[in-house]
């Protein structure tokens, strides 16, 4: 089972560069979302899609843009990278029809930006 | 805005003891949901335990239970008999399901250290 799956998994960059991190669901979820961890702290939302087709800005959205490209793929973009950026970003997925009300989480992709 | 907190950034707990994490929120809401998971080294984001607010009796699964307090809005997660391997960051989660999106809210986290 793939659950949601999150590429590339490292990244390194250097500032001003552009990049996109590409997430996909395979579990017919409406939601998804875009979070990021810094070190030593909770994750936070950067950007959600409650449904295919929209998008809307979470916590923190300065310095992202986002793409829900059909109901299983949503993508997340640095126009461009800054030190500020470097974390960890989580895509998950959810559905209350489906998940129970539960949001799975991908395994991560770790993005330094020097 | 809806927040969490954990106020202990870190436990300790002696293998094979029990060991309570704690979790307050802040919310207006009746109808929420609220999480913890479990984020080991890997960093893979782990669902241990979820609470519905509607639901008086509080959730277990196994060796993991919560004291679920809603007019205290606390939500502490009981681990009996650690392991080592429960050793990870836990972090509590609020989530309201009245608003589009339905996203979840995070605290800091706690690091759990399990000593042998």
């Known amino acids: 089972n793939a659950g949601v799956t999150q590429t590339p998994k490292f990244q390194v960059l250097k500032t001003g560069q552009s990049m996109t991190l590409q997430c996909a669901q395979d579990?017919?979820?409406?939601?998804m979302y875009w979070y990021r961890q810094d070190p030593g702290m909770g994750l936070r939302l950067i950007y959600y899609s409650a449904s295919e087709g929209t998008t809307d800005k979470g916590e923190v959205p300065n310095g992202y843009n986002v793409s829900r490209l059909n109901k299983r793929e949503f993508s997340l973009r640095l126009e461009s990278a800054a030190p500020s950026q470097t974390s960890v970003y989580f895509c998950a997925s959810s559905d209350p029809e489906s998940s129970g009300n539960t949001i799975y989480f991908g395994e991560g992709s770790w993005l330094t930006v020097v | 805005a809806q927040t969490v907190t954990q106020s202990q950034p870190e436990m300790s707990v002696q293998e094979a003891e029990t060991v309570t994490l704690s979790c307050t929120y802040d919310t207006s809401e009746s109808d929420y949901y609220l999480f913890w998971y479990k984020q080991p080294p890997s960093r893979q984001m782990i669902l241990v335990i979820r609470?519905?607010?509607?639901?008086?009796q509080n959730a277990t699964e196994n060796r993991f239970s919560v004291n679920f307090q809603k007019a205290a809005k606390s939500f502490s997660l009981k681990i009996s008999d650690s392991q080592l391997g429960d050793a990870a960051m836990y972090f509590c989660a609020y989530r309201n399901m009245n608003n589009a999106g339905n996203m979840l809210t995070f605290g800091g986290g706690t690091r759990l250290m399990v000593k042998p």
């Open positions: 609470q519905e607010a509607y639901k008086q």
């Open positions: 579990m017919n979820h409406n939601s």
